[in-house]
């Protein structure tokens, strides 16, 4: 009896050593892009990161969301001071404010999520090293939270509208093309700088200087027919321009809305061309590095 019972015993425990597997959860190491199917089903864990990220951001702040209007408003002051009376930079017969807020807007939401997306990584370092998840999602997070910012200062552009008197005609309509233009070209920088900021923490001094010197790469202060000229002097075509896809997003994105000068069809496809690349070639590099992010962050 008490062997029939101990070949009992030893069978079952036998079984339940058997049953037991042990399972390692890695990316997988193809470079095939960022495999958008596991994005996909990781979607609701996405959603927890933006609002992660929004609530951090304004965390006991005094003024909170308030700085998303603050922040394009008071850069369109100083602008039209300096460089609308002082400088006296054309805009195209639009009145300079209204000009270069509309500009700023889609700017500060590319700024601020390509610094945020630069910083994603390194900041949710204690998570990435204790638990398996499509580590593309932190950057992309970051993105995604940036259009709360967005949607929050778009309504002082209608009232800048109003009172200038200058009202959208249908083209309005394709203005959200251009958002998800800068949404694209934030996410392609975005992935290339987080990856980047992990292996080399430079990045992060890096990261504020090339946001000041694309500003100035970019029309937002003055309109993209004054660089023109200077292309053709040099013997470069008009689409050179729009290597830098901000180019197409910022004067696409103020054509639509101001009805200024349509964009030329040259520069814009080049824009967004550039754009398109850049996001590729971002995700593959971040997916080429993922599997270390765990032992270098």
Known sequence: MQSDQAADGSGSSGQSIASERVIAIEPSARLKGLAWGEVWSYRELLLFFVWRDIKVRYKQSVLGVAWAILQPLLTMVIFTVFFGHMARISSGGIPYPLFSYTGLLVWTFFA??????????????????KVYFPRVLVPTAAVLGGLVDLAVASPL??????????????????????????????????????????????????VPFLIQVWLFLTPVIYPASLAVPMLERVGLPRWVLGLNPMVGVVEGFRCTLLGATWVPVDLLLASVLSAILTLISGAMYFRSVARSFADVV
């Open 112 to 129: 601020q999520a390509t610094a945020q997306a630069a910083q994603s990584l390194v900041g949710s370092a204690q998570l990435i090293t």
């Open 157 to 206: 552009l209608l009232v800048l509208m109003g009172h200038y008197r200058v009202w959208p005609g249908w083209e309005a309509l394709f203005a959200p093309l251009f958002v998800l233009l800068a949404v694209v070209t934030a996410g392609g920088v975005g992935l290339w700088l987080s990856a980047l900021n992990v292996e080399y923490r430079d990045v992060r001094y890096i």
